[in-house]
């Protein structure tokens, strides 16, 4: 297996543009990335979208407005893991020998309001398919698990919104007092209206090369160290069988996923300068610092407390402001974080740059526990 880099990222900005057209939104983030990379469309050799709602071949349709080369390109959807599944995808390709230059890009447009489940799943009879009620519930667990409180819930918004503000890509480019969240609407009880991300548009695009490739291109070697595509076992809230899962013990897909991301980079935790991760609530930055190994079962809240989660602090988490100020375009969400990670290693973060970085982490968990970690080193 070769390695493999990151040669070029690009965005669109995550928020809501009315009756702009998804498929130039995606185009617009793929033409981003191959500005950054400086590598002509006619050499990349191979594509990977991930995208949920923006409907059959949405893939080719971005690409034929860049330009019909020929080359292959796959369309796939996994949650909010679509476009960590593209990346990983685009990895093989260069990592295998298959390819030297490949793309992977995501982008939505998605419904407004929340999310629901299938309506014909036993989980939607039961009354449980809109997520801020399964995200509530893993709060409120974890509250009684182990004295998580309310006023963490809040002071993690407070933060990542803090964070946003000076992410020009956020949807929500405002600092957010700590009255305003404590006192938004309770959506589900512990979690308000500020403590929620928001599902919104956007597009991201990421370009990866072989070693001798991307020398071509540039000095700033970043390199994609492990890309990791977990989905749940038996024995996690994630398996829809509860009948039978719940009658063994097992590991979250998180962890599973994050511990083979760390082997095969060689690292572990304690290596990492920053991580960008789920936030779709606040409870959640608490409950995956915690699965993704960066301090012990019951600590996240800790980590808060001492200030370690903040830009200037022992290990950032989402300087970007994270989903909660960025918004959660499905598709573009995991190659989005894959961008701030580049940003910060290549020192290209402007305030919210992190000092020192050279080693971040990206994560995202999607339905039915699919989860993308991957590791960027440089």
Known sequence: MRDVY???VGLHPFGRFG?????????????????????????????YCGTVFAGPMAGNKVLARVGLTGLPIMNLENACASGGSALRLAFQDVASGFCDIALAFGFEKMPRGFIAGNPNDWFATMGMAVNPQYFALN??????????????????????????A???????????????????????????????CAPNEGGAAVVVASREAAKR???????????????PLY??????????????????????????AYEAAGIGPGDLDLVELQDTDSAAEIIYSEELGLCGRGEGARLLDDGATEIGGRLPVNPSGGLLSKGEPLGASALGQVAE????LRGEAGARQVSDARVGLTHVYGALGNCAVSILQC
């Open 6 to 8: 990151v040669i070029g």
């Open 19 to 47: 009756d702009k057209d998804v498929i130039e939104i995606g185009r617009e983030a793929v033409v981003a990335a191959l500005e950054d990379s400086g590598v002509a469309w006619k050499d990349v050799e191979s594509a």
């Open 139 to 164: 709060a409120r667990r974890h509250m009684a698990d182990y004295g998580t409180t309310e006023d963490h819930l809040v002071r993690v918004s407070v933060k990542n919104h803090r964070n946003g």
């Open 166 to 196: 000076l992410n020009p890509y956020a949807m929500y480019r405002k600092v957010m007092s700590y009255e305003e969240i404590a006192n938004s609407t309770m959506v589900n009880d512990p979690l308000r209206l500020l403590m929620l």
């Open 217 to 231: 291109y540039t000095t700033r070697l970043i390199r994609l160290a492990s890309v990791v595509l977990k989905s």
């Open 235 to 260: 024995g996690t809230a994630e398996v829809p069988y509860i009948a039978v899962s719940s009658q063994v013990e097992a590991p979250s897909v998180t962890r599973t996923a994050s511990e083979a």
């Open 341 to 344: 990670v580049v940003w910060q």
